[in-house]
């Protein structure tokens, strides 16, 4: 894989945001409160330097600021501005050879942060506020064996094309794919999801149910993960079931919404 110049590195980043669909960025860095401290001690700060701020002007006129304060010291931080919905979620920790396989399946920007570990950012089929980004954030985190602590919803990610203060190595750009986008309403076990070692956690996968039941029931788990109120989905359910053909829809919709709930235990 050629690797870029660390400028070019951070404007592919930006670029791949800009294709995404995310129009502004929140600038953060981490700064320590004096030269030589070691950045596990307690004497480093949190400093939000531009919120809200569009791509453009962070590729142009932020670029020398940001190296100039990144060989100061400093750790560069950013993610798509946090007050808005966006069409992008963000996992952290991935091992590099899980992430660059996410990227070949979906629209994904994939950030090597030490040797072996990677920040993926992955493009969403709709915008999403910051409560529904954790939801599918925690989903995808059991899924991938991603940090279950950077799930919050608006997670900051490393820029790429600067040191990391922490790990004393570069912030490597690896890949920006513009594949299908992640669709947050489907789970695991629907066949428009991929199976096996793509999205593998630690556990053994259940064998793949490709029944219309089985879709339907993983379409009302995702419904229900990011927050759609259940008699939503439950009449969603069950106008679509009517129109099928099934028998007592509403009692089928009822039952699977009841099922869906009892195993995410949600009551």
């Not at 995310?22 to 596990?40: A, N, Q, T, W």
């Not at 980004?133 to 985190?141: E, F, I, T, W």
């Not at 630690?202 to 229900?224: C, I, N, Q, Y």
């Amino acid at each position: 894989m050629t690797r870029l110049s660390p400028r070019m590195q951070t404007q592919a980043m930006l670029s791949w945001f800009e294709r995404a669909g995310v129009k502004s960025l929140d600038i953060h860095l981490r700064v320590p409160m004096r030269p030589g401290v070691r950045y596990e001690d307690p004497h480093w700060i949190w400093i939000t330097e531009h919120e809200d701020t569009p791509i453009g002007a962070v590729k142009l006129d932020l670029a020398a600021w940001i190296r100039h304060k990144n060989a100061c010291g400093s750790d560069i931080y950013l993610r798509p501005h946090g007050r808005v919905a966006q069409p992008v979620i963000f996992l952290d920790d991935i091992e590099t050879h899980k992430a660059l396989r996410i990227s070949q399946k979906y629209n994904a920007c994939i950030i090597e942060t030490s040797p072996g570990n990677t920040h993926v950012w992955l493009a969403t089929a709709t915008p999403l506020i910051p409560a529904k980004r954790k939801a599918v954030q925690d989903h995808l985190c059991k899924l991938t064996s991603a940090d279950p602590r950077s799930t919050s919803g608006n997670h900051l990610g490393r820029l790429c094309g600067v040191k990391s203060q922490k790990h004393g190595c570069w912030v490597n750009y690896l890949f920006g794919s513009d594949g299908a986008r992640y669709c947050p309403t489907l789970l695991d076990n629907s066949p428009s999801l991929p199976h096996g070692d793509l999205w593998a956690s630690k556990k053994k996968s259940p064998s793949l149910d490709l029944s219309t039941s089985a879709r339907e029931f993983g379409w009302v788990l995702g419904r229900l993960r990011i927050g759609t109120p259940r008699q939503v989905v439950q009449a969603d359910l069950a106008k679509q079931a009517e129109e099928r053909g099934v028998r007592a829809s509403d009692r089928y919709a009822a039952r699977t919404v009841e099922n869906a709930i009892r195993l995410l235990d949600m009551r």
